[in-house]
């Protein structure tokens, strides 16, 4: 199974010039003419168009690796993924939850809630918009989330979804039989390998565990689908993020 890159430079609906210039010249750009409508909406046109990428490159055999602006993009590889593997493990690397709703968010920052949308809570406009189905949140597994907003903490202790607050537990964990998904934003890394996010956490795992447990998850042989929410790029001025980052990535693939 070949991996197969496609690129989203896209910060919130929004196309991102800094991001677009982090470009490699093996990796398909997703551009997409702007599309008119609500921010939300056009995170549904962008997750639609994702979507429709990763079911290509999954009907040709291979394994689709988004990397994309902000988390929203979950969305959309969700639903190419969903077309033709609709019941799947999604393990999610984040220093944060995205499972606020307007309900429990203190910022109502969009970028805070792809996890719950995902799992039918809040709201649906990007999911909709993406094709995607609702995920089960037994179907979920949350890895590390140290930084989780008060009412988004009560809500992922009341779901279904599995949190792990330590990387390292995925190592052996014994995981259903049937696809995974990993997505992987990378201000889940400690400060000192990853200072270069929009929203730093103090905490976090290290390189070495990070990489046992992405190659933990490799050597299932059922991985069908990875996204990796960037750094930024205005805060990377020596490119330690982006080595760091796509070390890990390549490292991962590599095993798959």
């Known amino acids: 199974m070949k991996p197969v890159f496609i690129f989203a430079p896209y910060w919130m609906g929004k196309f991102s010039p800094i991001h ?13 003419p702007p599309a008119e409508g609500s921010p939300t909406e ?3 046109a962008l997750g639609k168009a994702l979507a429709d990428e990763v079911a290509a490159i999954r009907a040709e055999g291979n394994l689709p690796v988004a990397v994309v602006g902000d988390c929203t993009f979950s969305i959309g590889v969700t639903a190419g993924l969903q077309r033709d593997t609709p019941d799947f ?3 999610w690397f984040d220093a944060h939850g995205d499972f606020n709703t307007p309900q429990t968010t203190p910022s109502n920052f969009i970028g805070g809630m792809p996890l719950a949308m995902l799992c039918g809570r809040g709201e649906q406009t990007i999911v909709s918009g993406a094709g995607a189905a609702r995920v089960p949140e037994a179907n979920v597994i949350l890895t590390d989330g140290r930084d989780l907003d008060p009412l988004e903490a009560d809500a992922v202790a009341g779901s279904a979804l599995v949190h792990l607050p330590d990387v390292g537990q995925l190592v052996g964990l014994e995981l259903p039989n049937r696809p995974i998904y990993i997505h992987f934003d990378v201000d889940v890394l400690r400060l000192a390998d990853m200072a270069a996010v929009n929203y730093p956490a103090e905490g976090g795992p290290s390189l070495q565990t990070l990489e046992t447990a992405l190659a933990y998850l490799a050597s299932t042989g059922r991985v069908a689908a990875v996204s990796v929410t960037m750094w930024n790029p205005e805060l990377d001025e020596d490119s330690h ?8 990535v390549e490292s991962l693939v590599d095993k798959l």
């Open 89 to 91: 493990t999604l393990i």
């Open 20 to 32: 677009a210039a982090q470009a490699r010249h093996t990796w398909r750009l997703l551009a997409v």
């Open 241 to 248: 993020a982006e080595t760091v980052v796509m070390n890990l």
């Open 42 to 44: 056009r995170m549904g």
